[in-house]
Nanobody, 119 residues
Framework: QVQLTQSGGGEVQSGGSLTLSCAVS????????LRWYRHNVGYQREMIASISDDGTVNYADAVKGRFTISRNQAKDMLYLQMNTLRPEDTAVYYC?????????????WGQGTQVTVSS
């Protein structure tokens, strides 16, 4: 199975930066893609960045140019570098892994971490 453990987050002023980390434990499973989502009360969970096993990255328009997703495969770590943060980036952020389970895709989530951006 795959387990994700998040760290980072916290509170920052508008215009500031934060980095989120996600440790990926996947001893016997192939991880096909890693993603970052965020969720704010009253809104649907939103995918904001993804990185596939070939290194292809994608971003939601809301964070494009400000956030960077990266993966250190040697350390089994996923990162989200967030720059020029805005109050509307305030949310709980989750990492997500898509992995192979007996020939089908399965998904697992990190525990979530709060990011608060004050104006």
């Amino acid at each position: 199975q795959v387990q994700l453990t998040q760290s980072g987050g916290g509170e920052v002023q508008s215009g500031g930066s934060l980095t989120l980390s996600c440790a990926v434990s996947a001893k016997f499973n192939a991880v096909h893609a890693l993603r970052w989502y965020r969720h704010n009360v009253g809104y649907q969970r939103e995918m904001i960045a993804s990185i596939s096993d070939d290194g292809t990255v994608n971003y939601a328009d809301a964070v494009k140019g400000r956030f960077t997703i990266s993966r250190n495969q040697a350390k089994d770590m996923l990162y989200l570098q967030m720059n020029t943060l805005r109050p509307e980036d305030t949310a709980v952020y989750y990492c997500n892994a898509e992995f192979d389970l007996f020939g089908s895709s399965a998904f697992t989530w990190g525990q979530g971490t709060q990011v608060t951006v004050s104006s």
